[in-house]
């Protein structure tokens, strides 16, 4: 079986069926998650995708997978030379340079793990993903009868909104306006749940309910 190719971030992409044009804005191979931001018109939004779902809908423009792979390439050839020239011809020897990704941890920095705003660009497709991953469950130790979940979508999309307010660092809020509860008598009412998620720990923090403006 082979396994998905998954795009670059910020590779452009245009939708097979219709021509949309959209941006790759998370590309994770540890979730299997494709993230793709499109605008149309006064529209906006992101499409969550696996590897597999996003190579059938979509292909990347003006150049192919593979010519991107080749630049990627030609790109870590280039850096691995030019620190070669910089640190010395007995440097390169002793210490050759490995055409691998990195294994180090990438940090933000403590003004990005501040700023709401920019912790949602980066990490926002991303804690949607993990908070609607777990929001059946604590639906169900909490909900007193039944619940149901309102156009989610394929993918299990529960949560498109979110709070660009400062939590804590490089925590993010994601909102779901999705959800019903039923009383006992058998109505249904819309909820609001919420879910934050810590980017560094990579893991939800906590969920709760409020009662939404319907």
Known sequence: MVSPKYPPKGAPAKRRADGLIGEVYVSSPTKDLVAVRWSADDESGTFL???EHFARDWELTPTSTSNWKGRA???A????FGTCLYGGLRACESNPASPGPSTSPQH?????????KALLDKYGAIA?????RGADEFVRSVARHGFKW???GMFDEKFDEYLTV????GVTTSISDKLFLQDGFG?????????????QKKQVLQYWIADSDE
Do not use: G
């Open 49 to 51: 995708y696996s590897a």
């Open 73 to 75: 390439a030609a790109t």
């Open 77 to 80: 050839l280039l850096v691995i």
């Open 108 to 116: 933000d920095s403590a003004a990005a793990l501040a700023d709401p």
């Open 128 to 132: 949607a993903a993990e908070c609607s």
């Open 150 to 152: 309102e156009d989610v």
């Open 166 to 169: 400062y939590v804590a660092p």
């Open 187 to 199: 109505s249904f009412k819309r909820e609001k749940l919420f879910c934050t998620y810590d980017t």
